[in-house]
Antibody
Framework: QVTLRESGPALVKPTQTLTLTCTFS??????????VSWIRQPPGKALEWLAL???????YYSTSLKTRLTISKDTSKNQVVLTMTNMDPVDTATYYC????????????WGQGTLVTVSS | QSVLTQPPSVSAAPGQKVTISCSGS????????VSWYQQLPGTAPKLLIY???KRPSGIPDRFSGSKSGTSATLGITGLQTGDEADYYC??????????FGGGTKLTVL
């Protein structure tokens, strides 16, 4: 059974760095073809893809946010971490992590999401 | 503004059929698989369709997907009130970055 769960602060101040952790089970990120991605959704708005890390430690970032994002993995802990620097109120959103298999080319399992509010 | 274009809303009566379009370009839909997601109110998105027209286990055959050129379509037949949700299309660009549509709100009248 595949599960993912996001964790991190619910509230951050402007200019601070956000660190989110995705803890997953039911698959291994050392298995060929496995990837984990981060997606966010501001309240009442559409999904926005942020970043992806694959089994080979290749990393891909949103063009508009790449200077602020870092994605990393700890295979032994079944965790993927996303950091976003210089947070702003417009970054207020629910942040999701999701599994991607290169075979299916889709986000097949999602975490429940974690709401992050940026406010002083 | 989302990379892929979807209609903001669609509606139909229970039992009827509805289609949701998703328009992109040669750098995304034109050269990559399309997937579709259903997001019920207050919940995380759920995969409905992958690789343009395949359904994951447990997704009823009332849901279908197709792709032609730089556009894709989600079809839902036998509409039920429980289908009321936001629907998103997604794919990848030529640099392996994910892209989504702006979402379509389905109302079952």
């Amino acid at each position: 059974q595949v599960t993912l769960r996001e964790s991190g602060p619910a509230l951050v101040k402007p200019t601070q760095t956000l660190t989110l952790t995705c803890t997953f089970s039911g698959f291994s990120l050392s298995t060929s073809g496995m990837c984990v991605s981060w997606i966010r959704q501001p309240p009442g708005k559409a999904l926005e893809w942020l970043a992806l890390i694959d089994w080979d430690d290749d990393k891909y970032y949103s063009t508009s946010l790449k200077t602020r994002l870092t994605i990393s993995k700890d295979t032994s802990k079944n965790q993927v971490v996303l950091t976003m620097t210089n947070m702003d109120p417009v970054d207020t959103a629910t942040y999701y992590c999701a599994r991607v298999q290169t075979g299916g080319h889709a986000f097949d399992y999602w975490g429940q999401g974690t709401l992050v509010t940026v406010s002083s | 503004q989302s990379v892929l274009t979807q209609p903001p809303s669609v509606s139909a009566a229970p039992g009827q059929k509805v289609t949701i379009s998703c328009s992109g370009s040669s750098s995304n839909i034109g050269n990559n698989y399309v997937s579709w997601y259903q997001q019920l109110p207050g919940t995380a998105p759920k995969l409905l369709i992958y690789e343009n027209n395949k359904r994951p286990s447990g997704i009823p055959d009332r849901f279908s997907g197709s792709k032609s050129g730089t556009s894709a379509t989600l079809g839902i037949t036998g509409l039920q009130t429980g289908d009321e949700a936001d629907y998103y299309c997604g794919t990848w660009d030529s640099s392996l970055r994910g892209v989504f549509g702006g979402g379509t709100k389905l109302t079952v009248l």
